[in-house]
Protein backbone atom coordinates (compact mmCIF):
# COMPACT_ATOMS: atom_id res chain seq x y z
CA UNK A 1 0.00 0.00 0.00
CA UNK A 2 1.81 3.29 -1.02
CA UNK A 3 1.51 6.06 1.49
CA UNK A 4 -0.96 8.32 -0.17
CA UNK A 5 -3.06 5.19 0.97
CA UNK A 6 -1.95 4.82 4.77
CA UNK A 7 -2.14 8.93 5.19
CA UNK A 8 -5.71 8.58 3.76
CA UNK A 9 -6.64 6.11 5.75
CA UNK A 10 -4.80 8.08 8.84
CA UNK A 11 -6.46 11.18 8.85
CA UNK A 12 -9.70 9.05 9.02
CA UNK A 13 -8.39 6.52 12.09
CA UNK A 14 -9.66 9.50 14.75
CA UNK A 15 -13.32 10.05 13.54
CA UNK A 16 -13.41 5.68 12.88
CA UNK A 17 -12.58 5.14 16.46
CA UNK A 18 -14.66 7.71 17.97
CA UNK A 19 -17.19 6.62 16.50
CA UNK A 20 -16.20 2.57 17.17
CA UNK A 21 -16.40 3.26 21.02
CA UNK A 22 -19.59 5.40 20.88
CA UNK A 23 -21.22 2.20 19.32
CA UNK A 24 -19.41 -0.83 21.14
CA UNK A 25 -18.99 1.35 24.70
CA UNK A 26 -15.21 -0.48 24.16
CA UNK A 27 -12.23 1.30 23.63
CA UNK A 28 -10.48 -2.06 23.27
CA UNK A 29 -12.73 -3.07 20.54
CA UNK A 30 -13.58 0.23 19.08
CA UNK A 31 -9.54 -0.09 18.14
CA UNK A 32 -9.70 -3.69 16.63
CA UNK A 33 -12.72 -2.77 14.58
CA UNK A 34 -10.35 0.30 13.32
CA UNK A 35 -7.43 -1.85 12.89
CA UNK A 36 -10.11 -4.49 10.80
CA UNK A 37 -11.27 -1.53 9.28
CA UNK A 38 -7.53 -0.62 7.83
CA UNK A 39 -6.76 -4.31 7.04
CA UNK A 40 -10.18 -4.16 4.42
CA UNK A 41 -8.88 -0.94 3.24
CA UNK A 42 -5.55 -2.69 2.64
CA UNK A 43 -7.38 -5.32 0.77
CA UNK A 44 -10.00 -2.98 -0.99
CA UNK A 45 -9.52 -1.51 -4.81
CA UNK A 46 -8.83 1.38 -3.84
CA UNK A 47 -8.80 2.79 -7.52
CA UNK A 48 -12.77 2.22 -7.35
CA UNK A 49 -13.29 3.64 -4.28
CA UNK A 50 -15.49 6.98 -5.25
CA UNK A 51 -15.21 8.16 -1.35
CA UNK A 52 -12.83 6.97 0.86
CA UNK A 53 -13.69 8.47 4.32
CA UNK A 54 -17.87 7.23 3.32
CA UNK A 55 -15.87 3.73 2.67
CA UNK A 56 -14.15 3.52 5.68
CA UNK A 57 -17.25 4.91 7.71
CA UNK A 58 -19.43 2.25 5.82
CA UNK A 59 -17.02 -0.76 6.66
CA UNK A 60 -16.23 0.28 10.83
CA UNK A 61 -19.74 0.25 11.07
CA UNK A 62 -21.02 -2.80 9.70
CA UNK A 63 -18.05 -4.60 11.75
CA UNK A 64 -19.44 -2.52 14.95
CA UNK A 65 -22.53 -4.77 14.27
CA UNK A 66 -21.25 -7.69 13.65
CA UNK A 67 -19.59 -7.44 16.80
CA UNK A 68 -22.69 -6.51 18.50
CA UNK A 69 -24.99 -9.11 17.12
CA UNK A 70 -22.48 -11.70 17.88
CA UNK A 71 -23.42 -14.75 20.16
CA UNK A 72 -20.64 -13.43 22.72
CA UNK A 73 -21.64 -9.97 22.99
CA UNK A 74 -25.45 -10.85 23.56
CA UNK A 75 -24.11 -13.63 26.07
CA UNK A 76 -22.01 -10.76 27.93
CA UNK A 77 -23.92 -7.67 27.50
CA UNK A 78 -27.00 -10.04 28.57
CA UNK A 79 -25.56 -11.44 31.63
CA UNK A 80 -25.70 -8.23 33.70
CA UNK A 81 -21.70 -7.57 33.89
CA UNK A 82 -21.37 -5.13 31.31
CA UNK A 83 -20.68 -1.41 31.64
CA UNK A 84 -19.24 0.99 29.20
CA UNK A 85 -15.36 1.71 29.94
CA UNK A 86 -15.22 4.87 31.25
CA UNK A 87 -12.23 7.35 29.49
CA UNK A 88 -10.15 10.62 30.93
CA UNK A 89 -11.34 14.04 29.79
CA UNK A 90 -9.25 14.31 26.46
CA UNK A 91 -9.00 10.96 25.31
CA UNK A 92 -8.99 11.47 21.90
CA UNK A 93 -11.34 8.65 21.34
CA UNK A 94 -14.00 10.55 22.91
CA UNK A 95 -14.31 12.27 19.58
CA UNK A 96 -15.96 15.13 18.72
CA UNK A 97 -17.88 17.23 21.58
CA UNK A 98 -18.79 20.93 19.94
CA UNK A 99 -22.77 19.98 20.64
CA UNK A 100 -24.69 18.76 23.48
CA UNK A 101 -25.48 15.95 21.24
CA UNK A 102 -22.46 15.18 20.76
CA UNK A 103 -21.21 15.32 23.98
CA UNK A 104 -24.31 13.77 25.28
CA UNK A 105 -23.37 10.35 23.20
CA UNK A 106 -20.12 9.62 24.73
CA UNK A 107 -21.61 10.10 28.67
CA UNK A 108 -21.69 6.87 30.29
CA UNK A 109 -26.04 7.57 30.82
CA UNK A 110 -26.47 7.01 27.54
CA UNK A 111 -23.62 4.52 25.96
CA UNK A 112 -25.78 2.50 29.11
CA UNK A 113 -29.30 3.39 27.60
CA UNK A 114 -28.11 1.90 24.16
CA UNK A 115 -27.84 -1.10 25.24
CA UNK A 116 -31.46 -1.36 24.93
CA UNK A 117 -31.54 -0.40 21.08
CA UNK A 118 -30.85 -2.78 18.72
CA UNK A 119 -27.82 -2.74 16.91
CA UNK A 120 -29.59 -0.78 14.04
CA UNK A 121 -31.13 1.72 16.20
CA UNK A 122 -28.05 2.35 17.95
CA UNK A 123 -25.88 3.00 14.59
CA UNK A 124 -28.43 5.20 13.33
CA UNK A 125 -28.61 7.73 16.90
CA UNK A 126 -25.17 7.79 16.47
CA UNK A 127 -24.16 8.32 13.15
CA UNK A 128 -26.95 11.01 13.12
CA UNK A 129 -27.01 12.54 16.84
CA UNK A 130 -22.83 12.42 17.27
CA UNK A 131 -21.96 12.59 13.71
CA UNK A 132 -24.44 14.57 11.83
CA UNK A 133 -24.82 12.17 9.16
CA UNK A 134 -27.74 12.64 7.14
CA UNK A 135 -30.53 10.00 6.95
CA UNK A 136 -29.67 9.72 2.96
CA UNK A 137 -26.24 9.01 4.05
CA UNK A 138 -27.03 6.71 7.08
CA UNK A 139 -29.24 4.64 4.27
CA UNK A 140 -26.22 4.30 2.33
CA UNK A 141 -24.27 3.05 5.16
CA UNK A 142 -26.29 0.79 6.49
CA UNK A 143 -27.88 -0.85 3.52
CA UNK A 144 -31.44 0.48 4.23
CA UNK A 145 -34.01 2.82 3.31
CA UNK A 146 -34.09 6.57 3.90
CA UNK A 147 -37.56 6.22 5.27
CA UNK A 148 -36.14 3.66 7.32
CA UNK A 149 -33.46 5.38 8.82
CA UNK A 150 -35.72 8.15 9.72
CA UNK A 151 -37.57 5.72 11.93
CA UNK A 152 -34.81 3.92 13.49
CA UNK A 153 -33.65 7.84 14.67
CA UNK A 154 -37.38 8.38 16.19
CA UNK A 155 -37.81 5.30 17.69
CA UNK A 156 -34.16 5.73 19.23
CA UNK A 157 -34.46 8.99 20.32
CA UNK A 158 -37.65 8.45 22.16
CA UNK A 159 -36.68 5.37 24.19
CA UNK A 160 -33.21 7.80 25.12
CA UNK A 161 -35.20 10.54 25.97
CA UNK A 162 -37.75 8.61 27.52
CA UNK A 163 -35.06 7.15 29.99
CA UNK A 164 -32.52 9.98 30.49
CA UNK A 165 -34.65 12.02 33.07
CA UNK A 166 -32.54 14.79 31.98
CA UNK A 167 -33.56 18.27 31.35
CA UNK A 168 -30.52 19.67 30.31
CA UNK A 169 -26.86 19.96 30.09
CA UNK A 170 -25.03 20.61 34.07
CA UNK A 171 -22.88 22.75 34.53
CA UNK A 172 -19.52 21.70 34.81
CA UNK A 173 -18.33 23.36 37.44
CA UNK A 174 -21.59 23.54 39.69
CA UNK A 175 -21.38 19.57 39.04
CA UNK A 176 -18.26 19.18 40.60
CA UNK A 177 -18.92 21.25 43.48
CA UNK A 178 -22.01 18.86 44.00
CA UNK A 179 -19.58 15.81 43.41
CA UNK A 180 -17.23 17.53 46.47
CA UNK A 181 -19.41 17.86 48.45
CA UNK A 182 -20.86 14.50 48.22
CA UNK A 183 -17.38 12.94 48.72
CA UNK A 184 -16.82 14.94 51.54
CA UNK A 185 -19.94 13.73 53.31
CA UNK A 186 -19.26 10.19 52.53
CA UNK A 187 -15.72 10.31 53.72
CA UNK A 188 -17.08 11.92 57.29
CA UNK A 189 -20.23 9.48 57.88
CA UNK A 190 -23.00 12.26 57.66
CA UNK A 191 -25.02 9.58 56.12
CA UNK A 192 -28.13 11.91 56.11
CA UNK A 193 -26.27 14.96 54.13
CA UNK A 194 -25.39 12.13 51.38
CA UNK A 195 -29.18 11.21 51.70
CA UNK A 196 -30.04 15.01 50.92
CA UNK A 197 -27.83 15.35 48.09
CA UNK A 198 -28.97 12.67 45.98
CA UNK A 199 -32.41 12.88 43.87
CA UNK A 200 -35.65 11.06 44.71
CA UNK A 201 -35.44 8.25 41.27
CA UNK A 202 -31.47 8.42 42.29
CA UNK A 203 -29.48 4.89 41.28
CA UNK A 204 -26.10 3.25 41.38
CA UNK A 205 -24.76 0.29 39.62
CA UNK A 206 -21.26 -1.02 40.98
CA UNK A 207 -19.26 -3.62 39.28
CA UNK A 208 -18.21 -5.16 43.06
CA UNK A 209 -14.85 -3.64 42.68
CA UNK A 210 -14.34 -6.17 39.59
CA UNK A 211 -15.39 -9.28 41.95
CA UNK A 212 -18.92 -9.53 41.33
CA UNK A 213 -20.71 -12.15 38.89
CA UNK A 214 -23.34 -9.66 38.31
CA UNK A 215 -23.71 -5.90 38.35
CA UNK A 216 -24.98 -4.86 42.00
CA UNK A 217 -27.48 -2.16 42.11
CA UNK A 218 -29.18 -0.09 43.92
CA UNK A 219 -32.24 2.21 44.59
CA UNK A 220 -33.98 4.70 47.18
CA UNK A 221 -31.41 7.55 48.59
CA UNK A 222 -30.92 5.64 52.28
CA UNK A 223 -30.24 2.20 50.35
CA UNK A 224 -27.60 4.26 47.69
CA UNK A 225 -26.20 6.61 50.82
CA UNK A 226 -25.88 3.40 52.75
CA UNK A 227 -24.03 1.75 50.13
CA UNK A 228 -21.46 4.94 49.11
CA UNK A 229 -20.92 5.19 52.87
CA UNK A 230 -19.67 1.23 53.42
CA UNK A 231 -17.70 1.96 50.37
CA UNK A 232 -15.76 4.66 51.33
CA UNK A 233 -15.48 3.61 54.90
CA UNK A 234 -11.54 2.10 55.19
CA UNK A 235 -10.95 -0.95 56.29
CA UNK A 236 -7.79 -3.48 56.12
CA UNK A 237 -9.16 -5.49 53.65
CA UNK A 238 -10.22 -3.28 51.08
CA UNK A 239 -6.54 -1.63 51.49
CA UNK A 240 -5.46 -5.03 50.82
CA UNK A 241 -7.50 -5.13 47.79
CA UNK A 242 -6.55 -1.47 46.54
CA UNK A 243 -2.93 -2.61 46.86
CA UNK A 244 -2.74 0.48 49.45
CA UNK A 245 -3.96 3.44 50.38
CA UNK A 246 -5.83 5.83 47.86
CA UNK A 247 -6.15 9.27 47.31
CA UNK A 248 -9.17 10.50 46.12
CA UNK A 249 -9.15 12.90 42.91
CA UNK A 250 -12.16 14.33 41.29
CA UNK A 251 -11.79 14.48 37.22
CA UNK A 252 -14.28 14.41 34.49
CA UNK A 253 -14.81 11.34 32.59
CA UNK A 254 -16.88 10.46 29.75
CA UNK A 255 -17.74 14.18 30.19
CA UNK A 256 -19.13 14.21 33.89
CA UNK A 257 -17.63 14.48 37.08
CA UNK A 258 -15.83 10.80 38.52
CA UNK A 259 -14.08 10.08 41.72
CA UNK A 260 -10.90 8.31 40.87
CA UNK A 261 -9.25 6.01 43.72
CA UNK A 262 -5.23 6.46 43.22
CA UNK A 263 -3.01 4.44 44.87
CA UNK A 264 0.89 4.98 43.95
CA UNK A 265 -0.29 6.57 40.36
CA UNK A 266 -2.51 3.64 39.45
CA UNK A 267 -6.27 4.08 39.39
CA UNK A 268 -7.45 1.19 41.28
CA UNK A 269 -11.46 2.49 40.79
CA UNK A 270 -13.63 5.38 39.31
CA UNK A 271 -17.01 5.84 40.60
CA UNK A 272 -18.73 8.18 37.17
CA UNK A 273 -21.20 10.81 38.35
CA UNK A 274 -24.71 12.11 36.71
CA UNK A 275 -25.69 14.83 38.41
CA UNK A 276 -29.53 16.74 37.98
CA UNK A 277 -30.62 20.36 39.09
CA UNK A 278 -27.98 20.31 42.05
CA UNK A 279 -28.46 16.76 42.86
CA UNK A 280 -26.61 13.37 42.35
CA UNK A 281 -29.06 11.22 40.11
CA UNK A 282 -27.09 8.43 39.44
CA UNK A 283 -23.71 6.85 39.91
CA UNK A 284 -21.59 4.26 38.71
CA UNK A 285 -18.84 2.15 40.21
CA UNK A 286 -16.27 0.86 37.77
CA UNK A 287 -12.69 -0.89 39.43
CA UNK A 288 -12.65 -4.05 36.79
CA UNK A 289 -9.19 -3.61 36.39
CA UNK A 290 -9.67 -4.75 32.33
CA UNK A 291 -12.45 -1.22 32.05
CA UNK A 292 -9.42 0.66 33.71
CA UNK A 293 -6.66 -0.04 31.51
CA UNK A 294 -6.98 3.29 29.47
CA UNK A 295 -8.40 5.14 31.78
CA UNK A 296 -4.45 4.45 33.96
CA UNK A 297 -2.82 5.21 30.53
CA UNK A 298 -4.00 8.53 30.39
CA UNK A 299 -3.91 9.26 34.29
CA UNK A 300 -0.06 8.17 34.19
CA UNK A 301 0.63 10.78 31.31
CA UNK A 302 -1.71 13.74 33.33
CA UNK A 303 -0.62 15.77 35.76
CA UNK A 304 -2.46 14.80 38.70
CA UNK A 305 -4.07 18.08 41.08
CA UNK A 306 -4.27 17.73 44.74
CA UNK A 307 -5.90 14.91 45.75
CA UNK A 308 -9.32 15.75 47.20
CA UNK A 309 -9.33 13.49 50.04
CA UNK A 310 -6.18 11.53 51.76
CA UNK A 311 -8.45 10.09 54.16
CA UNK A 312 -7.59 6.27 54.24
Partial sequence: MDSAAIERFEASRGRLASLAYRLLGSAADAEDAVQDTFLRWQAADRERVEAP??????????LCLDRLRSARARHERAAGTW?????????????????????????????TLM??????????????????????????????????????????????????RRGGETDPASARR????????????????????????????????GLAKRLLRYTTRERVASHVRAGFKPTPAKRRLAGGSPAFHVALVNGDPAVLAVVDGRVAGTVVFEVRDGKVASLRGIAAANRLARLNHAWRQHEPDTPFLNVW
Fill in 115 to 164: ERLSPVERAVYVLREAFSYSHAEIAGILGITESASQQHAHRARTRVAAER
Fill in 178 to 209: VVEEFLAAAASGRTERLVALLTDDVTAVSDGA
Fill in 83 to 111: LPEPLLEGDPILGPADTFEQRESVSLAVL
Fill in 53 to 62: EAWLTKVVTN
